[in-house]
């Protein structure tokens, strides 16, 4: 441009001088003009699928023969995959750009794919997702934070963020993801939706890149809980038709008073809906925190000299710390190898948990799978074969977007502490959207035990329609009794 007016200068009473900068300056703003326009449009892309997806793809259900038996249980829905499942003919990239480089195309489909595909889903691409399934808050340093449809100025939660937004975005109608610490718990509540974890091992892990295999598992998003039933009898491979028991409600009164939510929104919203229904006994009370202190005596091997185990929620912050330590020397097992050799750009939350991971010696490894075990036995003694643990799915509301560098370690450790139970205990938790408090989304949890998985589904159908009664009751009531006490919650 500014040869353009030196030229001018110099030849000022050539007209054809004025007729090639005239030319040129049109060019130049053209040019500018086209450049906005392509950055405007690639904004409201973004936009229009909030973030949410990584790469878009159409893989189309199985072929059916000409006469098929019966319409297939997911004909006619959509949904999409975490960029941590392998699809035949593409990188599964691991929501870091280093890992897609240094990695070729799938020559195979993993197999969870595969049995949606099989029973008339269609797959419309993959998400984003947490590098290397390393983080709960959702962001993503490379290809950006997909926004959560609910709040769209705080985190959307992860490490599954991407599938959770596609689907309460309504995008698709159910999403793929995986949990190992809870990154489809949190998504789930954060954005709104429903969220379900499996029992360990439930679901095939095979065509999936692990982060922990001691607590990953395969995990699913739906806003429909018919759609989140349906999805679970697929991928469970369950019988259609069980008898009936009834269910037994355990309301871990300690978590609920740990939650900046009033249990005016959670617990007695609860309580009021399976008043309704039939089959539900009286629901009990427990504090869920000196349980776990009472009947998982390996924890005392990593609390014995800087917490009292006896006392509330102490308990849960020293499994929870079991559980970090686990995935980190697992995470370590598999994929330290590739760290040190490929040095990866790591946004800053990631690279410290991933270093530290790598760099740590680790002791008292055996200790740390007695403790899983003994968490397994803890939770089916409590429960037995009709009981269902209520918890809040997180204690806090989602953070602000980029704000976690100011209480990102005491976010970490509140989450975890409730995250840990399911876990460690390879049980099965399912999450339910309450509605909202202070303009962002509440949830609760039920947990069962490991194998429960069916049961735990059923309960989820059956009750969800009354739940979302009890909301809607809730939010036009000023004053509701406190069904829990007064107990008194340890500090954190």
């Known amino acids: 441009m500014s040869k353009t007016i ?13 007729i090639v900068a005239g030319i040129t300056v049109a060019g130049i703003l053209l040019l500018a003009d086209t450049t906005r326009r392509r950055r405007r449009k690639a904004i409201i892309i973004q936009r229009q699928d909030f973030g949410a997806f990584l790469e878009r793809f159409d893989l189309i259900p199985f072929p059916q023969p000409p ?65 290397l399934a390393f ?19 705080n985190i959307p939660g992860g490490s599954s963020s991407g599938s959770a937004v596609a689907v309460a975005a309504e995008f698709v109608d159910f999403a793929l993801g995986t949990d190992t610490i809870g990154c489809i718990r949190l998504p789930a509540s954060f954005c709104g939706i429903l969220g379900f974890r499996p029992s360990h091992r439930a679901v ?23 759609v989140l039933h349906c999805v679970g009898h697929v991928l469970l491979k369950v019988k259609a038709v069980e008898p009936k028991r009834e269910r037994r409600l355990v309301f871990a009164d300690d978590l609920f008073l740990l939650s900046k939510v009033t249990k005016q929104k959670t617990v ?22 000196q349980y776990v ?60 948990r991933v270093l530290a991971a790598i760099n740590t010696k680790y002791e008292n490894v055996k200790v740390l799978y007695k403790v899983g075990t003994e968490m397994r036995a803890a939770l089916q003694s409590l429960l037995k074969d009709d009981g269902i643990l209520v918890i809040p799915t997180i ?24 995250l840990s139970i399911a876990s460690m205990s390879g049980g099965c938790q399912a999450c339910v959207p309450l509605g909202n408090d202070a303009g962002c989304p509440v949830s609760v949890s039920f ?35 406190d069904v829990n006490g007064n107990m008194d919650a340890s500090q954190w």
Request: positive net charge; hydrophobic residues 35%; contains cysteine.
């Open 6 to 18: 030196n030229l001018i200068k110099a030849n000022a009473s050539n007209p054809k001088v004025w």
């Open 67 to 131: 006469t098929p038996p019966a319409k297939l249980p997911l004909q006619g829905l959509t949904f999409a995959i975490k960029d941590i499942f392998d699809v035949k003919g593409y990188v599964t990239g691991f929501g870091n750009p280093d890992w897609r480089r240094t990695h070729e195309p799938s020559d195979k489909m993993a197999l969870v794919l595969t049995a949606l595909l099989q029973n008339g889903a269609k797959c419309v691409g993959k998400t984003v997702m947490d590098e």
């Open 135 to 153: 983080g709960i808050t959702g962001e993503n340093k490379h290809y950006g934070t997909p926004i959560n449809p609910k709040v769209q100025s």
């Open 447 to 481: 947990v069962s035990y490991h194998g429960a998985d069916k049961f735990l589904l059923d309960a989820v159908l059956d009750m969800y329609v009354s739940l979302q009664d009890q909301v809607s009751i809730a939010s036009k009531s000023t004053l509701l009794p």
């Open 268 to 289: 007695y919203v609860v309580s009021k809906a399976i008043e309704k229904l039939s089959g539900y006994q009286p629901p009990q009370h427990i504090n869920f925190s």
């Open 395 to 418: 204690v806090d509301p989602p953070p602000k977007l980029n704000s976690m560098k100011d209480y990102s370690t005491e976010f970490h450790d509140r989450a975890c502490a409730v």
């Open 293 to 352: 202190a009472s009947n998982v005596p390996s924890l005392k091997a990593f609390g014995q000299n800087s917490i009292n185990l006896q006392y509330g929620i102490s308990a849960l912050k020293v499994l929870s710390s079991v559980m970090v330590s686990l995935q980190s020397y697992e995470f370590k097992t598999n994929h330290e190898e590739w760290v040190k050799n490929v040095k990866p750009r790591l946004g800053p939350e990631i690279s410290h």
């Open 204 to 226: 095939s892990t095979i065509g999936l890149i692990p982060n922990s295999q001691s607590l990953d598992t395969i995990g699913w998003f739906a806003r429909d809980p018919s």
